[in-house]
């Protein structure tokens, strides 16, 4: 059973759009969310997080939104570039423990020039 | 050294033996994860280490799998007998301290592949 789940498997946009990469969770327990990106033959890189208590955290181009209620998250890359192009995962936990975080499958983007 | 590093970068293996998988991490990450990708699934959680102790290994699929670390320092996921199913990038992290406030380092991964 999936707590983590990224239904998307790919994206395309446009260079200069806004790319919109969507997650959705069903533990109630996770109160702590990640986005990381990775490209080929690399590690995952941490992108942005955020926590329950907020519902938005921006950091430069990303934006990561949060509806608990939905038990729903996005991240938002505005404008887009080439280089935004990797497998961005989702991941949750509950907040403040040693557990570790559990990954959604990956989401494809690719932005064309 | 500067980020975490894993060895060997690709392995393939005939089914049935056995391999060793190491990870070195950042110094001074006092919490070590191990995680797998199988092709066209998330990463999966194996185990986590706090200094050399494994307090989670849940996420160990079988009792094929084993981990230890030392020194708090590396660390070798070791499986045994291994069958095609094992076939996944197998994925090192490391943090400053345990929770996931901490950000995770990874590693580049090592490619297994059973034939």
């Known amino acids: 059973d999936q707590q983590v789940k990224q239904n998307s498997p790919s994206l395309s946009v446009q260079e200069g759009r806004i790319s919109i990469l969507n997650c959705d969770y069903t533990n109630s327990m996770f109160d702590y969310f990640l986005w990381y990106k990775k490209y080929p033959a690399e590690g995952p890189t941490f992108l942005i997080s955020i926590s329950s208590i907020k519902d938005k955290n921006e950091d430069g181009r990303f934006t990561v939104f949060l509806n608990k209620s939905a038990k729903h998250l996005s991240l938002h890359i505005v404008p887009s570039q080439p280089g935004d192009s990797a497998v961005y995962f989702c991941a949750a936990s509950p907040s403040g423990s040693a557990r570790q975080l559990t990954f959604g499958s990956g989401t494809q983007l690719t932005v064309l020039p | 050294g500067a980020g975490v590093s894993q060895s060997p970068s690709n392995k393939v293996t005939e089914k049935g033996k056995d391999v060793e998988l190491r990870c070195d991490p950042i110094?001074?990450?006092?919490?070590l994860y191990w995680y797998r990708q199988r092709l066209g699934q998330g990463l999966e959680f194996l185990i986590y280490?706090?200094?050399?102790?494994?307090?989670?290994k849940s996420g160990l699929p079988s009792d094929r799998f084993s981990a230890e670390r030392t020194g708090e320092s590396v660390s070798t996921l070791t499986i045994q007998r291994t069958q095609q199913e094992d076939s996944a990038v197998y994925l090192c992290?490391?943090?400053?301290?345990?929770?996931?406030?901490?950000?995770?380092?990874f590693g580049s991964g090592t490619r297994l592949t059973v034939v």
């Open positions: 992290a490391s943090s400053l301290g345990a929770g996931t406030n901490y950000g995770y380092t």
């Open positions: 110094s001074g990450h006092t919490a």
């Open positions: 280490f706090q200094g050399n102790s494994a307090p989670d």
